[in-house]
């Protein structure tokens, strides 16, 4: 058996000899969703004491020393004849999702229950187990992930994707959802648009500051946000690139005009204040000085 050199792989190895889903470990866990053990397995976090102690009850027969160290058989010797084989996996033509072809494509689309593309909502918290939907399509399917519909974006492959951070503030802001279309060809790019770069490790929204060449090895990212400083990555790593072309908002912008008129409108309340202030500044001198000058008539 191939040696698996992190123990998110392993737990992935686990999951695919017993023939069980990333949802269906899950609940045999305890776990009410999946999205921890996604994390898991896309190598975002680490687990913990009290999950290594769940996974080793939950499947007696894994070896701890391969489980903690990858050290050994997957199996103790003593029952691994015992183990059932691996149930066999649904044929492609039963699963709601089907691959998608292109130059770099996404590996899988998701169609709706009338057999049409629907634009899947990928959440922040499910956004490890995307990335892992790259060598397990099954995954999109197993997350149970939002289809939207909007007219407007429908025809070429869609995603809607959440932001997270700051990085492209004022642009965009934490919570904002992005909807993007796919890039087939790389060299296609557009100078400085806001793109959702999909990488092994992570996910990010950025704007990629011209078109993506065969023979380019790095790729430069830029953020709207000043104190982000630009960097690249290398070429290799990045799975997919979609085009940003949409944003849902609860950010409603202000009315510039208005707040324009608002504005001048103070200005001249000011202007008129200071001229009434000034008028009455002036009668108060006058009646100053024609005081005085009846005190000097009488002297």
């Known amino acids: 058996m191939e040696q698996q050199k992190q123990i998110g792989d392993r737990l992935s190895a686990i999951i695919e000899h017993y023939g069980d889903s990333v949802y269906g470990a899950a609940k ?7 999205t921890k053990l996604y994390n898991f397995i896309g190598h975002k976090f680490k687990p913990g004491f009290d999950t290594l102690v769940e996974v080793l009850e939950t499947y007696p027969e894994v070896n701890p020393g391969w489980l903690l160290l990858g050290q050994g058989d997957m199996l103790a010797a ?3 004849a015992d183990e059932p084989k691996a ?13 998608y072809g292109g130059l770099h494509a996404p590996a899988v689309i998701t169609l709706n229950l009338a057999g049409e593309e629907g634009i899947m909502l990928v959440p922040t918290p499910a956004q490890a187990g995307y990335q892992l939907s790259r060598n397990h399509p099954d995954a999109l399917r197993e997350m149970d992930l939002e289809l939207l519909a909007l007219p407007q974006f429908s025809g070429k492959s869609h995603r809607a994707f959440e932001v997270e951070g700051s990085s492209m ?3 965009l802001w934490t919570s904002d959802v992005v909807i993007a279309r796919c890039v087939d060809d790389w060299r ?13 490790e992570t996910m990010m929204v950025k704007r990629i500051p011209r078109p993506i060449r065969n023979e380019d090895q790095e790729v430069e990212l830029l ?6 400083s630009p960097h690249t990555i290398p070429r290799e790593t990045i799975w997919e690139i979609w ?13 510039k ?14 202007a008129r204040d200071s001229s009434d202030m000034r008028g009455r500044l002036l009668e108060m001198m006058e009646r100053i000085t024609g005081r005085q000058n009846d005190q000097l008539r009488l002297v």
């Open 169 to 171: 503030e004022p642009t």
């Open 28 to 34: 045999k866990l305890g776990h009410d969703r999946p």
């Open 223 to 228: 953020s709207d946000n000043g104190y982000f």
């Open 78 to 80: 003593a029952k691994a």
């Open 87 to 99: 149930a066999p996996k649904k044929p492609a033509a039963e699963r709601a999702h089907v691959h």
């Open 188 to 200: 296609m790019v557009k100078p400085r648009h806001v793109y959702v770069v999909v990488t092994e």
């Open 257 to 270: 005009e208005e707040a324009f008129e608002r504005v001048a409108g103070l200005l001249e309340i000011m």
């Open 243 to 255: 085009e940003v072309r949409g944003i849902l908002t609860t950010r409603v912008p202000a009315n």
